[in-house]
């Protein structure tokens, strides 16, 4: 069973910036490609940034490109979430996925598996 552990939310400041952590366990995660969603109250679950299993090749929502980075470490098998200048839209609960194979669309929700309980953040003007 392979479990997803996400943290660094929190409040930050519109403009300031925030790196976000999800730790994985188990021994393949270098196997897999991940991605970073989130859902706001009230919307439903949406695409912020995936990464391939190498991490050679990023994906990035329109709304975050530009400002937010994703990025993996196979050794710590750990996956990053840059946040920088974070804007009060970006307010929600960020959840890391893991995909349940290799190729495929990174932005689709049902190509996830694998979920953690999610981080909040909060972008205050």
């Known amino acids: 069973q392979v479990q997803l552990v996400e943290s660094g939310g929190g409040l930050v400041q519109a403009g300031g910036s925030l790196r976000l952590s999800c730790a994985a366990s188990?021994?393949?995660?270098?196997?897999?490609?991940m991605g970073w969603f989130r859902q706001a109250p009230g919307k439903e679950r949406e695409f912020v940034a995936a990464?391939?299993?190498?991490?050679?090749?990023?994906y990035y929502a329109d709304s975050v490109k530009g400002r937010f980075t994703i990025t993996r470490d196979n050794v710590r098998n750990t996956v990053y979430l840059q946040m920088n200048s974070p804007k009060p839209e970006d307010t929600a609960l960020y959840y890391c996925?893991?995909?349940?194979?290799?190729?495929?669309?990174?932005?689709?929700?049902?190509?996830?598996?694998?979920w953690g309980q999610g981080t909040q953040v909060t972008v205050s003007s």
């Open positions: 996925g893991r995909r349940a194979y290799g190729s495929g669309d990174y932005s689709r929700e049902v190509e996830y598996v694998y």
């Open positions: 188990g021994r393949t995660f270098s196997n897999y490609g």
């Open positions: 990464v391939s299993s190498s991490g050679r090749t990023t």
